[in-house]
C-alpha cells in the first residue's frame, strides 16, 4: 500500500504519517513525496531522505521512498493546479493513504479531493508548534544530509527531528 | 455574498482575497471567520479586526466582518473534525466563497469539502514567503489594536500588513 504525502519547507510529519500507520499494522511500504521546485523544499526533500535512511529504513526494511517532481516552484495559477491533479491523480489508487500536511494549502485540498475521488483515505499529522519551531531552528543550523552510510552522530541529529507527540487523524466526512 | 475564511497565527490573505473579489465585481459584503481558541490565532484575530478597520472598512463601508468561534484551540481528533463540521456547514451557502488559506490543513480541508458539498467556491490566496516573514516579524514586535478610532500611524501599521502582490486562486476541479 501507498502512502503519497505532499512536501513542504519541513520534512516533519510525513515519517510521523508513516509510523503511525504501521503501529496500527497498515502495510505501507511505499512512500511517495509530491513537490515542487522550490528550493526551501528541496532542501527539506534532501532532510527526509537522510531521516528515512537512518531512523526508518532501519526498522522497516520492506519500505521505498520515491519523489513526484512537480513542474514548477509554487502554485501561482489555476493551471498549476490542473496540471498538478493530472501528474498526482495517476499515483494514487484506492486504499491507499493521503497526507496533505505538508505544502501549500492549494496543493493539500488538490491531494485531498484527488484521493476521495479514488477513495483513498485522506490523513494529517499535527505536531505541536514547539517541534516544529524546534525542528525549523535545527534546519536553519544544518546538517550534512547522509548520502551513504549513517553515523552514530547523523542518527542522533536526524532522528530527533522526529516527533513523538505528533497525532495523525484521518479525514473522513 | 458571503466570504468563509479559515483563520491561523496570520493575519494575511483573508482581506487579500475579499479585495480581489471586490476588485472583480464579486459583491461580498459579509466577511465570516472561522478560528480556535488558540492565543495565537486570537491575536492574529485582534489584528484582522483592526486592519478591516483602518484599511478596509473606509473604502468599503457596506462590508461587516464577524466571527465563528471552534470550541477548542486545536484539532487533535476526528471529533474536533465533525464538530467543526456541524458548526460551519449552516454559514456556508451555495455561491459563497470560502478562502482555505489559513490555520491548520485539517480545517481547510473539511471547510474545502463543506464549500464543495453547497457549491461554494473555494479560493486560496498565496503570499511570497519574504511578505508573510515580514508580517510575522511585525506581529511579533507587536502595536496596539483599534478598538476605536483608527490614527494615521495605526493606518501605517495596519496597512503595511496587507500584501499588494498577493494573487488568489480558485481551487476549481
Known amino acids: 500500500m501507498k502512502l503519497v504525502a505532499s512536501l513542504g519547507t519541513s520534512p516533519g510529519g510525513i515519517l510521523e504519517t508513516f509510523e503511525y500507520l504501521r503501529g496500527r499494522g497498515i ?3 511505499d512512500i511517495v513525496i509530491v513537490k515542487t521546485k522550490d528550493s526551501a523544499v528541496s532542501k527539506a526533500y534532501d532532510y527526509l ?8 529504513k532501519l526498522r522497516y526494511n520492506d519500505v521505498m521512498m520515491g519523489a513526484i517532481d512537480l513542474p514548477f516552484s509554487d502554485i501561482t495559477t ?3 493546479l490542473n496540471e498538478l491533479m493530472k501528474i498526482v491523480s495517476p499515483a ?7 497526507d496533505i ?5 492549494a496543493i493539500s485540498m488538490v491531494m485531498g479531493l484527488i484521493a476521495m475521488k479514488r477513495k483513498a483515505h485522506v490523513v494529517t499529522t499535527i505536531v505541536s508548534q514547539s517541534k516544529y519551531n524546534e525542528v525549523q ?3 536553519r543550523k544544518g546538517h550534512q544530509p547522509v548520502t551513504q552510510n549513517c553515523s552514530p552522530s ?4 536526524f532522528c530527533s527531528l522526529l516527533s513523538s507527540d505528533a497525532v495523525t487523524i484521518e479525514i473522513n466526512l
Open 78 to 80: 489555476s493551471d498549476d
Open 101 to 105: 500536511t505538508g505544502g501549500r494549502k
Open 154 to 157: 547523523d542518527k542522533e541529529f
Open 27 to 29: 502495510e505501507v511500504n
Open 49 to 56: 531522505l537522510s531521516m528515512f535512511s537512518c531512523c526508518v
Open 92 to 98: 494514487i489508487n484506492q486504499g491507499d493513504y493521503v
Open 137 to 139: 531552528e535545527k534546519l
